[in-house]
């Protein structure tokens, strides 16, 4: 019925009164919780469970590990059947499959095949789910050509053929690869089989051509959908208008969408999220905030997601106190912001030369467990530069490098042009030397080409020395800025006293 919290209380009440519970009252708590999706309490019970030597049977094993996996829990999921193992579970072809899909689903493609070498070794035979999740997880991987060598062997095989899922795996992998005619070749040799493709498989083959912009093959498919008694969801409407939406065909999307209403559909949150991401790439915050409010009237939890693109692009248009009223209602609304959502918010206080604001929100970031990339640091560097505050800026920049984070080529620039400006060459150039010999030649070419722009040309000139000492071979480029540069300003030694280190060749 659900009432997992009455049941819970129910086995509280038994425990006070003396009765004590067996190893099928903790299983039916685990159940309960599995299928709730609520995989921590599940595994509270489940460690309890353990401790007190009760044993698992395989139906329950299966039924954890595909919960643990479906929540991202693989390696919680490895511990727990590795424990029922020592305990005295003798797992069958279920449960090394079940484990299979989970390690394949999170990429773990070496560790699957090992777990297939040890259920062969103990004398299971892998069956068509298992190949699937293996050849799945290939696709996944982007190693096509392997998973089709495994897909060849189940064709072959007397024992076990290859299904509806199988098939769908490899032209998901062909579609990911654009290899859509081998994509296409596969759903006829589906119905040469016999087998019926699912909405799945058309949905994957839609998906594949609308990312190739063949949208007549994708309405084509659709209609082939219908003919065969298959129904599109709104998942096969979704890939056909994130299509559009990514080409710029906004009002195609739209029409499609009308479509969708029409044959009772409903669009999902990610129906939502797709439009909401082309409206604010198009800076039309007004309509992408109005479907916002109309997930909320359908019932609709938006996910931080759609709320990090929508305040990325208020923060944009320098819209900070509806970012800020964006940001406070993701918090209570019991979202934990991401990295990107402290970084859209940081870039947005330092457009509108608030850098105190975003210093405040680059420490508030440890709260919500996010972690500051080098773009966030360059965002913040870039901010207090602007205001002068170089002591800061350097602070921040040598906790960057510490922290083994690699400067983007604009804030290394930035910092050390800031420090130019003061004729303070040496910190420039002791900024620079951490950075590898071809960052450093990029980011002193492009330092000698701003300095050249802004006419410090006695400066330019020291960088471009150093430039020529570790590489004779200079940018065309880079020259031409710096001679342009000397003779507007009738500095004409300068050119003569660089020529001939550098006549030796140029690149």
């Known amino acids: 019925m659900g009432l997992i919290e009455y049941a819970e209380y129910v ?7 003396g009765v004590c519970p067996d190893a099928t009252s903790y299983k039916l708590m685990i159940i ?10 599940a595994d509270n019970w489940l460690d309890t469970m353990i401790e007190r030597d009760f044993w698992v049977d395989n139906a329950t094993c299966s039924l954890i590990i595909g919960a643990f996996c479906g929540k991202g829990l693989v390696h919680r999921a490895v511990w727990y059947f590795e424990k029922m193992v020592q305990m005295g579970l003798n797992p069958n072809v279920i449960n090394f499959t079940c484990l299979i899909n989970g390690l394949c689903q999170k990429g773990y493609i070496k560790q699957a095949f090992e777990l297939l070498e040890e259920m062969v070794r103990k004398g299971w035979k892998p069956n068509v789910y298992t190949h699937t999740a293996l050849i799945d997880g290939l696709c996944k991987k982007g190693w096509t050509e392997k998973a089709f060598r495994l897909f060849l062997k189940l064709v072959r095989s007397e024992t076990y053929k290859p299904n509806v899922q199988t098939y769908t795996a490899m032209i998901s992998g062909y579609c990911k690869e654009e290899k859509l005619n081998r994509a296409e070749m596969l759903l006829s040799r589906m119905r040469e089989q016999g087998i019926l493709p699912n909405v799945n498989t058309y949905t994957t083959l839609i998906d594949g051509h609308s990312k190739a912009g063949n949208f007549e093959r994708g309405y084509e498919l659709i209609r082939l959908m219908f003919d065969e008694g298959l129904i599109p969801s709104i998942c096969t409407y979704n890939v056909l208008i994130d299509g559009f939406c990514k080409r710029g065909r906004l009002e195609e999307a739209n029409k499609l969408l009308r479509k969708c209403f029409q044959q009772g559909l409903e669009p999902d949150i990610y129906t939502h999220t797709i439009l909401i991401h082309e409206l604010c790439k198009r800076a039309d915050t007004k309509h992408a905030l109005t479907l916002l409010c109309r997930m909320a009237k359908i019932g609709i939890q938006a996910d931080i997601h759609i709320y990090t693109t929508l305040i990325a ?5 320098k819209r900070m106190k509806e970012s800020e ?11 934990m912001p991401t990295k990107e959502t402290y970084t859209s918010m940081i870039c947005g206080y330092c457009r509108i030369g608030k850098v105190s604001l975003a210093v405040k929100f680059l420490h508030k970031m440890s709260n919500h467990n996010c972690v500051p990339d080098s773009i966030t640091y360059g965002a913040v560097i870039s901010g207090l530069c602007k205001e002068g505050n170089l002591i800061e800026a350097k602070r921040l920049y040598d906790i960057m490098i510490d922290k083994g984070l690699s400067p983007c080529e604009v804030t290394r620039v930035t910092l050390a042009y800031e420090y130019c400006k003061r004729d303070d060459s040496a910190t420039a150039l002791l900024l620079l030397e951490t950075l590898d010999k071809k960052l450093w030649l990029r980011t ?3 330092l000698v080409r701003k300095l050249c722009s802004e006419n410090k040309v006695g400066m330019a000139a020291l ?45």
């Open 444 to 446: 002193v070419n492009t």
């Open 325 to 335: 009223q964006l940001f406070d209602q993701t918090v209570r609304l019991g979202f």
């Open 32 to 41: 309960a919780y599995c299928r709730a999706g609520q995989v921590l309490q």
């Open 463 to 507: 960088f471009f020395h150093r430039l020529v000492d570790k590489e004779p071979k200079v940018s065309r480029v880079t020259l031409a800025a710096f001679m342009t540069s000397c003779y507007d300003s009738n500095k004409y030694t300068l050119v003569s006293d660089l020529t001939q280190r550098i006549s030796r060749g140029i690149g």
């Open 11 to 17: 086995f509280d009440e038994m425990v006070k009164r």
């Open 313 to 317: 692009a208020l923060c944009r248009q």
